[in-house]
């Protein structure tokens, strides 16, 4: 089986913020279009157009209605690898094809030794492992590190695919092992959280949870602005026309 490292340099991963996402599918998209690619291309798709279309999707987003007996909302969850700290994916790899990095913390697997036996898959308590039917061997997401890494792209552009398509701003991406990076700083201020904690894989990303709403009900009743009568209006008038005809 494979081993872990006793530590890491960084803990890269991400933030993601379930109060702004709205479900829009971008990061899903953004993260097909940037892998299909690079690192783990491809990512094959079975009868797309057809009647049961499936295919391996590294990011993917759904949406809950959630009802707490005073307010009603649809939370939108996108599910990704999630870059344990102590991931079973990768102690349960008999090849050593699933790994995770020293420098950076990423969890990755190599295409070439993995044997699509699936174990990974089985061990992961998050579901964000993919098997690659047509390529026979598991992929997942990669924090896009043929990107993170890249220097011929614009530092803005240094991150990943989905964290750079958000278009509310409800994904960050930074190293979440500094406790003074934006990220872990914004974890600290929202109350963010590990996703099922009580397993004990330590995940990397972090969730923000959502904010209450204000409805109706709830706003602070606006203060009516103050009204003249008619009566009062009309004195008013007559006194300015009186003054304007008398000059």
Known sequence: MTAL???TGK???LVIDLDTCVGCQACATSCKE?????YSAPLSDQDPYGADPHGTWLNRVHSYEVDDGTQSRTVHFPRSCLHCETPACVTVCPTGASYKRAEDGIVLVNPDTCIGCKLCSWACAYGAREYDYAEGVMKKCTLCVDRIYNETLEPEDRVPACVRACPTGARHFGDLGDAASPVSQLVAARGGFDLLPEMGF???NKYLPPRDRRDARQATPATPAPTED???LTSRFFAWA???LSR
């Open 5 to 7: 490292p006793e530590t």
């Open 11 to 13: 803990k890269l991963g």
């Open 34 to 38: 940037w892998n299909t690619g690079g």
């Open 202 to 204: 330590k995940p990397v």
């Open 230 to 232: 008619a009566g009062a």
């Open 242 to 244: 009186d003054k304007v």
